[in-house]
């Protein structure tokens, strides 16, 4: 009999672990409310702000999830993912040595640790000039503010062009436009209109619009016709780039075994023979009836305060949505929010804190049960989103959850 | 003294007509007096504000994806309803292009009942009488079975006639690629009389597991065959089958915007079940949308309320999710017979509105021998009768393509689907001929042989 797992939540943790687990042999459940934050992501893996996490880790306190898993977990977590997305068609680009540093739609810089091939390929440490297309009909994205600032900030951007597209009924979405390129006819009619617009151009950068599912082989035959090189840069949500890992991930999960159980709210059920130290699943608010579902294990990642891994409740008592356990938070509400909105937010800290088998406990160390995991938002001690280490802490800790669920 | 505000009362003052209640005595219904009135019946327009526009429900739309005529589910949905008034919808005319597929309800992270606002505000939209014609008859598969019953063998040829099917195309808009059934020389209810119930029998001695079989009107007059095969296989599991009372499930009425015949027959089917349900007596459906109809539509879309609907809907089980939940025991107990097939496995989009998963893969995932790939289609197209219709027709066909292009990259030997018009529909399309689970369930018991490709018209 294979070891059972129910994950909840299927964002970058939930279906990273999925896939894991199934791989290692278990009988996996994936059970969300909805689709996860993956899909509006830039698609990349941030790890650090700086992206080096051996500058970064002497910054670490205490208590943040990245200081608590070995070296060898995170450089594993990160490998496997690499692997996962090659076998997906959807290679990722990470040096080692060194970060990545890549345009973004508002004409910053996003520092990050590995990135799908098409974004890595805009990295800004490549001196080649590129323009950016400004393509018609999507509302998504302006060449002209990401060129206004890149310039402000002395990043040499040659120049706009227009890009034409056909007319359609209404405005486009970047996934419209993606869903279309994959046409090779529809691509051909783009080669006849856009070559004119390419006199003097070397590089190109466009939002990510260059194919869905199918990507790689869009990316290639586009650069070849046109022959440019090419890159993307992430647009608004729903972002391709995200997407288009989202979807890679579930179809790995799916083929690999894994039941995704899509669209019911979870509690979770303790083991009432166990006097309180196991849990046996979950009770799913379904369409008919509640259901149960039982499992030898369960992973919570249902990430964090955006994400609805947790609750606060008029009485200041701040709890995870799933069993209840109780979160550190302090008891005044003005100490949550920072007094600007671009600070770190004290609420972003808000999370469970985890015992060495990668079990919630309680400030003491105590695990609240002994088949209860946790992974991903859902953790306390980081900001992720200042801190730039969400997909670091997402896939790391996703990796060490699996391997103490399965141990 | 001015009376305590209630939901149902700010509903009210705001011009919405509060939820009809479902009443068990006979007499004309109250919504009966509404027509096209769906907008103002539902109070579903108000949890459009937990919308925050993610988009998530835009980028899995499989409609969207395929026509730009339909500005997704959102659009038309939770932002639209910001901008109606209550007592005026201006509805957008291209919510028509919604299928009722339900994908983004069951994306939603947010919790808005995105399509059941969309399929609540199609009901408002006003055709032409020739589609009106042609959606009266999609709308009542049961009377129709009933009605041609007698000149089976014209209406079946009819029904596969290239000429006439054309002619249903240019004059009424029944679209000629679209597959229909063939109408049974015997309905189920007339070949299993033996197991008709007006009232749950009283329990005998021996405490064996019960169900009251809700066949839906696909399975009754069209393929009765199913519904004998799903009556073997429960009693080969030693379970004591009845048939309640029930017609149609009112989901074809309600899909084809006729919202107060949908709701009088649901009140009949809440009448006939309920007998059951109340006593604790697991409702089981082999079709899908039957079955969600009676789980989630009559309280969500149609807006009944009372204990009746919400004891019939809790009682209601798929049949593969009632193996898995509650016979367990006797499943793990089967011996069941290797089948060496390849197959491939659509969960169709109304199983997932169950939000229950895939069960029919729990089972048939022991069933040794058997290669089971799962599609990643989050819809077949045809949606119940939506790509029947020749204006939806090239949308719906485009919205199955990658898993048209999936059968055909991955040659199985059988499809399955749970849901009748996705099976005919993807059969059809693929030329692979496509089976409900439960029969392959019922060759790995011993119980039959794989019957062999159905004819469609």
């Known amino acids: 009999m294979s070891p059972t797992l129910l994950i909840v939540g299927q964002g970058l943790t939930g279906l990273f672990s999925a896939v894991l687990a199934a791989r290692r042999g278990a009988t996996v459940r994936l059970i969300a409310e909805g689709r996860g934050g993956l899909s509006l992501s830039h698609g990349c893996v941030d790890i650090w702000r700086n992206g080096d996490i051996r500058f970064a880790r002497r910054s670490l306190g205490r208590g943040h999830p990245l200081s608590e898993l070995p070296r060898e977990v995170r450089a594993e977590a990160l490998s496997e993912f690499l692997q996962l997305a090659q076998e997906a068609r959807l ?25 799908p091939y098409s974004l890595a390929a805009g990295s800004l440490d490549d001196p080649t000039p590129f323009h950016l297309g400004r393509i018609g009909g999507l509302r998504d994205f302006s060449a002209d503010l990401a060129t206004s600032a890149f310039r402000a900030r002395g990043v040499n951007v040659a120049g706009t062009i227009d890009l034409p597209v056909p007319a359609r009924a209404r405005d486009l979405y970047a996934h419209d436009l993606a869903r279309l390129l994959e046409d090779p006819g529809y691509r051909e009619s783009l080669y006849r209109d856009w070559t004119p617009h390419m006199k003097g151009v070397t590089r190109l950068g466009l939002p990510a619009i260059l194919g869905g599912d199918h990507s790689l082989e869009v990316f290639t035959a586009m650069e070849q016709r046109l022959g440019v090189s090419l890159f993307e840069i992430p647009t608004l949500p729903p972002s391709l780039p995200g997407l288009r890992l989202e979807r890679a991930l579930r179809r790995l999960a799916v083929a690999s075994g894994v039941e995704v159980i899509e669209g019911p709210s979870v509690r979770g059920e303790v083991d009432g023979r166990s006097a309180g130290r196991r849990v046996s699943g979950v009770v799913a608010t379904t369409a008919g009836g509640p259901r149960v579902f039982r499992s030898q294990a369960v992973l919570l990642a249902t990430g964090g305060a955006l994400h609805g891994g947790w609750m606060s409740f008029a009485n200041g008592e701040v709890q995870d949505s799933v069993f209840g356990l109780p979160l550190e938070a302090p008891e005044d509400r003005e100490d949550w929010t920072a007094p600007s909105l671009f600070e770190s937010q004290p609420f972003s800290r808000f999370g469970l804190r985890l015992d060495s088998r990668r079990r919630p ?13 946790a992974a991903g938002g859902i953790l306390g001690g980081a900001d992720r989103s200042t801190e730039g280490c969400r997909q670091g802490i997402d896939l790391a800790s996703a990796y060490a959850a699996v391997e103490a669920a399965l141990a | 003294m001015t009376p305590r505000p209630t939901l149902g009362s700010f509903a009210e003052s705001r011009g919405v007509t509060p939820r009809p209640n479902v009443t068990l005595t006979p007499g004309p219904s109250p919504a009966g007096r509404e027509r096209g009135a769906g907008v103002r019946a539902s109070l579903a327009m108000f949890d459009s504000d937990l919308c925050v526009k993610c988009n998530i429900c835009t980028a899995a739309c499989p409609v969207a994806a395929v026509t730009d005529r339909f500005p997704g589910p959102k659009a038309v949905g939770p932002q639209m309803a910001r901008f109606l008034h209550p007592r005026s919808p201006s509805i957008d005319p291209s919510v028509a292009w919604c299928s009722g597929c339900g994908v983004c309800s069951r994306v939603c992270p947010h919790g808005v009942p995105v399509a059941e606002m969309n399929i609540i505000s199609k009901a408002a939209i006003r055709t032409g009488w020739r589609q009106r014609l042609r959606d009266w008859g999609l709308a009542r598969p049961a009377v129709v079975a009933r009605w041609s019953r007698p000149l089976r063998p014209f209406v079946n040829a009819a029904l596969r006639s290239g000429f006439l099917r054309t002619a249903a195309d240019r004059t009424i808009g029944l679209a000629r690629g679209g597959p229909l059934p063939q109408v049974a020389a015997e309905s189920l209810r007339h070949r299993r009389a033996d197991l008709a119930r007006q009232q749950p029998a009283q329990p005998g001695g021996a405490a064996r597991p019960r169900v009251a079989f809700f066949h839906g009107c696909s399975t009754d007059g069209y393929e009765p065959w199913l519904g004998e095969t799903t009556i073997r296989v429960l009693e080969r599991l030693g379970v004591e089958v009845e048939i309640p009372p029930q017609g149609c499930c009112g989901l074809p009425l309600q899909s084809n915007r006729n919202f107060a015949a949908a709701r009088r027959y649901a009140r009949e089917n809440l009448v006939g079940l309920h007998p059951w349900a109340e006593r604790g007596i697991p409702i089981v459906g ?60 659509h969960p169709p989009c109304q199983l997932r509105s169950h939000r229950i998963g895939t069960p029919a893969l729990r089972i048939l995932r022991r069933i040794p021998g058997l ?20 204006e939806l027709y090239d949308v719906a066909v485009n919205v199955g393509a990658d898993l048209f292009a999936q059968a055909r990259r991955t040659s199985p030997d059988l499809i399955l689907t749970d849901s009748e018009t996705c099976r005919w529909w993807i059969e059809h399309h693929t030329q692979v001929p496509s089976r409900h689970p439960v029969e392959i369930l019922a060759a790995s018991l011993g119980l039959e042989d794989l019957r062999p490709a159905a004819g469609l018209g």
């Open chain 1, 91 to 115: 290679p990722y680009v990470a040096a080692p040595d060194r970060v990545l540093r890549l345009p973004t739609a508002l004409g910053s810089v996003h520092v990050t640790a590995a990135a």
């Open chain 1, 361 to 373: 406990c309680d400030r003491r160390g105590r695990p609240y049960f002994e088949n209860l995991y």
């Open chain 2, 286 to 345: 082999t079709s899908t949308s039957c079955t969600l109809a009676l789980k989630h539509e009559y309280r969500a879309v149609l807006g009944l309320v009372g204990p009746e609907v919400e004891t019939v809907s809790e009682s209601t089980y798929d049949f593969f999710e009632y193996l898995d939940q509650v016979l367990a025991d006797q499943i793990g107990a089967l011996d069941l017979r290797p089948l060496a097939l390849r197959l491939l496995y």
């Open chain 2, 371 to 390: 290669e089971i790939v799962v599609t990643d289609a989050e819809c077949c197209g045809v949606a119940g009768t939506y790509g029947l219709k020749s």
